[in-house]
């Protein structure tokens, strides 16, 4: 969290007055905790006596990602240093490259830190008894975490002592500052740990105020600067600087040559201390919710570190925030937080934008970012908290086995792969050929790493190596009976590749899992090319053909198109009025003009270019400028672009800047070397991965090798598009589609129907036509409502409507959160109108985990008034996905579940066994709008159910 501060010490004192007037000191205070609805963790070690913990919960004020790394203080291998920037504190650094390149295996942004006028931590940063930044004097000093050379820990309010001292004078000047720029009035002390230079005359305060560099090396003087550039920081010494009136005692006192003594010391003494960093508040003292300093308000990113009551374990923490999903917390909230995982005292770290967790296991070579950062990248810091492990190697202790995703279909296969462990949890080289794999729960067979299903179930694979076990468990889904494929269509250039990406397949019920490519029959229908290892290639023919992907009964198309068979002229350069001329850099002069020598039609355009000047790379631009309008659109889908050009023997590149239609910049190469004087038609193609439509921004040449100087111009004629042949769509087979066996007609025999409708709005001002239409969306409902035995309203009560329906029971939903029953039928009336189910109201997810836990129904019907994923759907993603589960684990408790909600159309679809139904929620104005009108019948016997929406 950035604090942009004039006066360092003054905004300590603006924050200790604050918290004067509005904290008591160190009082315990209740924390009103929200309710957790749900909750996930995940744990693993990452080194000897480290554990890094991913916690989720799920709260009635929004998400909370906890991500912990508990640090075993009395493990022998385990250590706490800080991190910074390889070139210094005066060069911020992110935190995963700074635990990247210390080697560490976590790390946390540390302290507090101020950008101006160069960014400094606030607090104390101490290594190995060193000070890298000086403790803040104790009359403003912010709390500091500590951990002695016994690794004892504690958090407390450092003091100083710092003074340069004159062998030779035998007069001292008081330091104020260690490696900080908050006040170059004050005496500061930069050292190798600040940067590669001093501050120098840049801080100057005007001509009578410069500022005053005293440069020692080996304890002594070698130079006093007064208002000169920055000078290098010497390797074995440092710079003593200031200006103001604090620069006479050093300029009176310090000459060239002198000898001089540096005292630094801190209470706590400096000789024992291990690690320290500063922080903004103790936050937990003794078990009780405090706060001693700074206090940022609201429910933000935190992070902090904890100490247990017995000293021996140190849990380092971070919670997201300013995120749709997460919300962040409040300090005192944190605070409990930390309590709750384990702390007894605590202190909060810089927090907001800073907030980044990042782990590198050992046999990872960079650090990965565990925590979601607000401002959706790493800020960076000044300084950090690295944990590392110094372990050595030992004996394998333990394997784990993994796959890629545990879901799979029958007559498809899963590929493991083996790690191995000693006691530290170093990561140690295992042997494949000597693991041994068995498995038990369905029909299949396994050779070497890789198991393929033969039969549906729950598989329980297990590896042996060398005596250590270690088993995962697999489910086998139904047959596949549709296969979803990542693009249906693409355009090619000849001799091109293209990889298919991703193939997903979905049983009977729904559930979706992955396929490998060697699991698929590929099949290239047209003599176009061939698929290897799940990449296309084409053979250099062009034309249009398919490419089919079977699996069992299913099967699915992807249409191919290659090369280009028409063409169509875009351009003829005779107005140019079309084009403006641009150059780069400034130095470069280049201009356009109409041309009388043309290739086709009466004129062309001459492009103008100035390369003598500068080693930059260079370039003259012919912009696209239609009517006004950045760059000339192409109709369709071109794949290619043909230009005919008549160079000047310079050697010139000419290239192009296509825009797509998202606004992606996509350059292409018509000539590397225009080398010839002649006309001669170049050609350069569009990018297979485009997103159309497209439009040409510019033409232009340009020169990259700093050795070439020259000047000269190209004319520029007949610009053509190529477009690609059709896909033919009779070439392929008839793909499978999904059929859910439930939407089928039924006639009830034992059991019952069940309507749900949807009562229509609608915005006709004429009260004649109002009352005209209503009574004709009435009477479609009332006849079909009449055919069943309950019907469902979805809509606003209505008497004139309901006293017309004859059902045994009519149901008005719309007055959340109301729960109905019927026979074995549990209905749920619940409301998303605020973007989802916690915003609207966060009771009613206890309603409904309870009424689903304890439903005895064979059949549930969640009603909500906005769809759960897609356009309208939650905003909280996360808690779209979170609900599917909930109603994914009661549908496999043996329930057949229903989701019913209102949508821009009318469609269905069965996802991991549950059944979402979307009712076109479209107003209704004319009689032709009554196909809008729909509704949803249910036949329903014992357990049995089937629907159809009409």
């Not at 270019?609 to 080693?615: P, S, V």
Request: glycine share 8%; proline share 4%; hydrophobic share 35%.
């Amino acid at each position: 969290m950035k604090i942009s501060i004039k006066k360092f010490f003054i905004c300590l004192l603006v924050f200790s007055m604050i918290i004067a007037s509005t904290v008591p000191s160190l009082a315990a205070s209740a924390v009103n905790m929200p309710y957790v609805i749900h909750e996930t963790k995940d744990s693993r070690y990452i080194g000897s006596g480290i554990q890094y913990e991913n916690i989720r919960k799920f709260t009635t004020k929004g998400w909370w990602n906890i991500n912990v790394v508990r640090v075993d203080l009395t493990d022998e291998y385990a250590e706490i240093s800080g991190l910074f920037s390889d070139n210094g504190l005066s060069n911020r650094d992110t935190v995963s490259d700074m635990v990247t390149d210390s080697k560490a295996v976590a790390g946390i942004n540390g302290d507090f830190f101020t950008y101006s006028p160069i960014p400094h931590s606030m607090g104390s940063f101490i290594q190995d008894g060193e000070v890298i930044s000086s403790p803040i004097e104790r009359a403003y000093a912010l709390p500091t975490f500590y951990l002695d050379t016994d690794n004892n820990s504690d958090i407390t309010f450092f003091d100083r002592k710092m003074n340069i001292t004159s062998l030779n004078s035998n007069k001292s000047v008081t330091i104020s500052l260690i490696n900080k720029a908050a006040d170059m009035d004050m005496v500061t002390l930069l050292n190798k740990h600040w940067g590669s230079k001093s501050f120098g005359k840049k801080y100057n305060n005007g001509p009578d105020d410069q500022m005053v560099e005293m440069v020692v090396v080996d304890n002594v003087v070698q130079d006093i600067r007064i208002g000169e550039e920055a000078v290098p920081i010497p390797e074995n010494g440092y710079i003593i600087s200031v200006r103001g009136e604090r620069k006479e005692p050093l300029l009176d006192n310090f000459e060239e040559g002198d000898e001089v003594k540096l005292d630094v010391g801190t209470s706590p003494n400096l000789e024992d201390i291990k690690f320290a960093i500063g922080g903004g508040s103790i936050i937990l003292q003794d078990g009780n919710i405090t706060n001693t300093n700074i206090d940022i308000k609201g429910d933000q990113p935190r992070t902090g570190m904890g100490i247990s009551e017995d000293g021996k374990e140190l849990i380092i923490a971070t919670i997201d925030g300013r995120d749709t999903s997460y919300k962040g917390v409040s300090q005192k909230i944190f605070g409990s937080i930390l309590r709750d995982l384990g702390a007894y005292d605590a202190i909060n770290l810089d927090g907001g934008g800073s907030t980044t967790m990042a782990i590198r296991p050992i046999d990872k070579q960079l650090a990965e970012v565990v925590n979601k950062p607000s401002e959706g990248t790493e800020r960076k810091v000044v300084n950090g908290v690295g944990v590392f492990t110094n372990a050595p190697k030992g004996e394998l202790s333990y394997i784990e086995i993994d796959t890629d995703e545990t879901d799979m279909f029958p007559n498809t296969t899963r590929k493991f792969s083996i790690k191995g462990y000693d006691q530290y949890h170093n990561p140690l080289k295992i042997d494949n050929s000597q693991v041994e794999y068995t498995f038990e729960g369905v029909d299949g067979e396994i050779y070497e790493n890789i198991f393929e299903a033969k039969s549906s179930g729950t598989v329980t694979v297990q590896a042996n190596y060398k005596g250590l076990t270690d088993s995962i468990d697999l489910r086998v889904l139904g047959e596949v009976k549709s296969i979803d494929i990542p693009v249906d269509k693409f355009h090619l250039h000849p001799n091109g590749s293209k990889n298919i990406g991703t193939i997903y397949g979905k049983d009977q019920n729904g559930y979706s899992a992955k396929i490998y490519k060697e699991d698929i029959e590929w099949t290239v229908l047209g003599n176009i090319g061939n698929i290897e290892d799940g990449v296309f290639y084409s053979n250099g023919n062009i034309g249009a053909g398919a490419i089919s992907l079977s699996i069992g009964d299913a099967l699915n198309n992807i249409l191919v198109s290659i090369g280009s068979d028409n063409k169509t002229s875009i351009e003829g350069f005779e107005n140019i009025e079309n084009f403006k001329s641009v150059a780069y850099p400034d130095y470069v002069s280049g201009s356009i003009s109409t041309k009388p020598e043309a290739k086709e039609g009466q004129n062309s355009i001459g492009l103008k270019y100035d390369f003598a000047k500068g080693k930059d790379t260079r370039a003259s631009y012919l912009m696209f400028k239609p009517e006004g309008k950045n760059g000339l659109a192409l109709k369709g889908t071109p794949n290619r672009l043909s230009l005919w050009v008549k160079g000047d023997g310079n050697g010139t590149w000419l290239r192009g800047k296509v825009l797509d239609a998202n606004g992606n910049s996509h350059y292409i190469n018509f000539e590397k070397s225009l080398d010839s004087t002649q006309w001669q038609q170049v050609e350069a193609n569009i990018p297979d991965n485009i997103s159309y439509p497209i439009a040409l921004e510019r033409i232009y040449v340009i020169e990259t090798d700093s050795s070439k100087s020259y000047s000269g111009e190209i004319l520029i004629d007949g610009l053509e598009a190529y477009y690609p042949p059709s896909y033919d769509e009779t070439i392929a087979p008839t793909p499978t589609e999904f059929k859910d066996n439930r939407n089928v007609e039924a006639n009830v025999k034992d059991g019952f129907s069940l309507m749900v409708a949807r009562i229509p709005k609608t915005s006709n001002t004429t009260e004649e036509l109002d009352k005209t239409l209503v009574s004709t969306i009435y009477d479609k409902i009332r006849n079909r409502a009449n055919q069943h035995d309950v019907s469902m309203l979805i809509g606003k009560a209505n008497n004139e409507l309901n006293n017309g329906i004859k059902s045994d029971k009519i149901i008005n939903i719309g007055a959340p959160y109301t729960s109905h029953r019927y026979k074995n039928v549990f209905m749920i009336d619940a409301s998303s109108a605020k973007g989802g189910i916690r915003p609207t109201n966060p009771q009613q997810w206890v309603w409904l985990k309870n009424g689903l836990a304890n439903a005895e129904e064979d059949h549930i019907m969640l009603f909500l008034n906005t769809p759960i994923f897609g356009a309208g759907g939650f905003v909280d993603k996360l808690e779209a996905e979170l609900l599917h589960e909930t109603l994914v684990q009661t549908s496999e408790s043996g329930k057949s579940v229903w989701v019913i909600h209102p949508g821009n159309t009318t469609k269905t679809e069965l996802k991991d066994g549950v059944r979402y139904i979307q009712l076109n929620d479209k107003i209704i104005d004319s009689q032709e709008d009554m196909k809008y009108l729909n509704t949803v019948e249910f036949s329903i016997d014992g357990d049995n159910i089937t629907y159809q929406v009409d």
